[in-house]
């Protein structure tokens, strides 16, 4: 297997959350997604998951 480049992981999965209902991809800083003061762009809700490391 491929050795893991940091500066990739930390793109792809660093400070990056999935809206649960519309799927798009929000980057912002964990406090705030924990507060519920981000919103998504598409459909405004306040809910967000990580993103899943395959």
Not at 10 to 24: A, D, E, G, L, V
């Amino acid at each position: 297997m491929a050795t893991k480049i940091p500066e990739a992981m930390n793109r792809m999965f660093k400070n990056i959350f999935i809206c649960k209902s519309c799927k798009s991809r929000v980057r912002a800083d964990p406090r705030r997604i924990m507060s519920s003061k981000v919103r998504c762009r598409k459909c405004k809700k306040k809910s967000f998951r990580a993103v899943k490391k395959k």
